[in-house]
């Protein structure tokens, strides 16, 4: 059983950073891709970013690239998501998500595990 575990996330003005973080337990963490997803109120869970098992190829979503970037670190068994130049349209609770494989997925239906969320506020 996998458990995967959210932090970092707060309130920020636009233009400014953020680091979320996402610990996971279990044996198969080197084995899967992992991910990000965002919520925001009244609107479908969406994709931001995901990375293959390997680390050498990640995906992200058109409104993020180039401000976002996903890493994952195996000695740690953790996914980071670097957030620059964040905007209020980026405002979403963010859930790190667990593949079903070990390539980049990108659909709600490719991740068989996710976080509790963390929240991240955009101040305009």
């Known amino acids: 059983q996998v458990q995967l575990v959210e932090s970092g996330g707060g309130l920020v003005q636009a233009g400014g950073s953020l680091r979320l973080s996402c610990a996971a337990s279990?044996?198969?963490?080197?084995?899967?891709?992992m991910g990000w997803f965002r919520q925001a109120p009244g609107k479908e869970r969406e994709f931001v970013a995901a990375?293959?098992?390997?680390?050498?190829?990640?995906s992200y979503a058109d409104s993020v690239k180039g401000r976002f970037t996903i890493s994952r670190d195996y000695a740690k068994n953790t996914v980071d998501l670097q957030m620059n130049d964040l905007k209020p349209e980026d405002t979403a609770v963010y859930y790190c998500v667990r593949g079903r494989v070990g390539y980049v997925v990108n659909s709600v239906n490719d991740f068989d595990s996710w976080g509790q969320g963390t929240q991240v506020t955009v101040s305009s």
């Open positions: 279990g044996l198969t963490f080197s084995m899967r891709a």
């Open positions: 990375i293959s098992r390997s680390g050498g190829t990640t």
